[in-house]
């Protein structure tokens, strides 16, 4: 009986996590700025990597770019390249997963990954796209995708050494 408690109890707990990152991703296309929206998911999804395990965070990366379709951040003609964000930010999450025993090393080369496999492959979709709505999307889709998912991996790091250091808490 004891042993079902404490199940009870570790699932009641993932599944907070989940609610709570996965609330936050649903929120931060939200805001409509790449700047700020880019950061909030890179870091949620740096941070599901080490309190969820790499299955969930995986299930994750897909809600971030269907979200910001609806929300207006992406515009519906950048439909074709939502494949290839989602499949960026699982490059994150997996290059992240493997790299994260050092915790800084893995946030520069998954945030360097993410952006050489977005920016390498959004061109292909970017080309099926009027020209003035390219020139955003090409932009969108470059430098700013290092910057981002590296603040959002510095964000993460930070939160994480809290936890770490509150390990009064069972995450």
């Known amino acids: 009986m004891e042993q079902i408690k404490i199940a009870n109890k570790i699932n009641a707990l993932f599944l907070t996590k989940v609610f709570i990152l ?64 989602i499949l960026s930010n699982m490059v994150l999450v997996l290059s992240f997963d493997y790299l994260k025993n050092n915790l800084y090393k893995g946030v520069i080369l998954s945030a360097l990954f993410k952006f050489l496999f977005l920016f390498s492959t959004s061109s292909i979709a970017i080309n099926m796209i009027n020209s003035s709505l390219a020139k955003k999307a090409a932009i969108m889709f470059s430098y700013p995708q290092f910057f981002t998912a590296l603040a959002g991996g510095v964000l993460a790091i930070l939160v994480l050494k809290i936890i770490n250091k509150n390990k009064k808490y069972d995450f």
């Open 22 to 85: 996965m609330s936050v991703l649903i929120f931060a296309p939200l805001l409509k700025n790449q700047m700020i929206t880019g950061p909030i998911v890179n870091f949620v999804l740096f941070t599901s990597v080490v309190l969820l395990g790499r299955n969930t965070a995986l299930g994750l990366c897909v809600f971030p770019s269907i979200i910001s379709l609806f929300t207006g951040i992406l515009n519906f003609a950048l439909a074709p390249i939502i494949p290839f964000i």
